[in-house]
């Protein structure tokens, strides 16, 4: 075959370029990008992300990827899961190693089949995994047959795996091996288990926390921050989803495939509606309550979850209010810039605070007040006489907005006089037995598809802000999560088979010119695992409405 040409790029810019004979995989060529071997944890080929073990088949630009970076990260955490699922097949091959959701930088794990697990287990599986890393066993991807992978599967007795292929079937599987165990591919791994040397396992309620590190210091394990409130209800959604008999993407779908699907969707919206119940019988029981906090991150279902806790308390003879944080903000000319100098309006400072605590202080008094109109087209706060509000003895104010939760945003209101909510999208299902549903994923699906049909944004709009989106909520959102007097799920589990019908096409259309390319990619592949759902089956005051539009209640 001819030679083929290879353009190696560094932070955008071109460091050189090469003939490569065709089939030259990239681990040979790492030496050309100008960062150290052992920093490299897989690389961009034409904006796609691929493994290093790639054999180069086209003319391309290829781009590192490094451990110190948001990608490199993930290709990180995912070799690491595979590794710690063959330490668990190792030492307890009859057990099934189940992955839960996020807590802080790890992942909680529980292992089906066994007793509750022990600190002595926990040690060995550690133990196991050190040895893994110690022996530097290759990490392979290669495609099987179909049938292959499901006696494969099955002999591994991975459950929903098994499961999940049967409404995905293409002639070839793609797995990633370690040894004597394989999985399901779902991205880029790194080379070796030589690499995965960073890590912790951690005891945690009835199972561990596998812990790993932040893309900002790949080297170091950061503190550990507990999230009792965030693991309570993660915990009862999980039992509510066992009991249920759906857990997984494959045991979503087979609903679907049985044409049984709408009664799990009232099912769902009505489990979720009396957790909103819930919550305003705890407001009405504080009976001090004159102001609800609401606050998420983005695409949590702020704006819906206020209207639906409004129903409820209105049912429960309150007369609500709602305001929107937005309201008070300081106008373009006040703004604080962010590190890259330019507006940064998730900061508290971008909101009057001054303006927003005296206002309240005065409905609280009994005064009238005049809530400010803020123009987001002209960056300018202005007052109507048709917006004054007073504050009568059986009305209740919402307020919902990102900084709900720190109590900077409200100093001058008594702690007795407000009740905090925290929104977390955080499904219970997971694609299989080892691969956990984002709650990232799952808002920046929910947001991508709001941003097309409310605003025109393409899909790669929305991809390239949305760094930007998780690093305020870093900053002004999560650390704010246990001093929230109640947490509500906003996910609802068969949500992702509704938003691949307006995802999928948008995603088709980010480009491999693009920066965005890779993520558009990552994010088709994780909707494949969904059999798709008419939306026309989804209720009016569902909180799905919100992203797609036809909602019942007026934005």
Known sequence: MNDISITFIKDGNEITKKLVPYGTPVSVLTGNFGIPDREIYAVRISNEI????????????LEAIPAKSKDGAAVYRRSLCLMLAAAAHNLFPKARLLVGHSLGYGYYYTLEGAKKITEKEIKQLTDEMKSLVEKDIPITTESIPYAKAAELFEKLNLVETRKQIKYNCPPTIKINTIGDFSDLYFGP???STGVLKTFELMKYGEGFLLRFPKSSDPDKLTEFKDQPKLFEIYSKYKEWGKRMNVTSAASLNELIGSRKINDFIEITEIYQQKNISKIASQIVDRKTVRVVLIAGPSSSGKTTSAKKLALELQAMGYQPKVISLDCYYVGHDKTPLDADGKPDYECLE???????????????????????TYDFHTGTAYFEDKNKMTLKDNEIL???????????????VAPELKFKIYLSALTQLNLDDHNRISTSDNRLIRRIVRDNNFRGKPAAGTIEMWPSVRRGEELHIFPFQNNADAVLNTALDYELSVLRVYAAPLLRQVTPMQKEYAEARRLLQFLENFATISPSAVPPRSIIREFIGGSAFKY
Do not use: R, S
């Open 189 to 191: 791994l790194v080379l």
């Open 350 to 372: 971008a909101l009057n605070i001054e303006l927003l605590n005296n206002q309240l202080v005065d409905l609280f008094n009994g005064k009238e007040i005049i809530v400010p």
């Open 50 to 61: 691929c493994p290093l073990d790639m054999p180069l088949t086209y003319d391309a630009i």
């Open 398 to 412: 919402i307020m919902e907005g990102i900084h709900g939760l720190n109590d900077k945003l409200t100093p001058k």
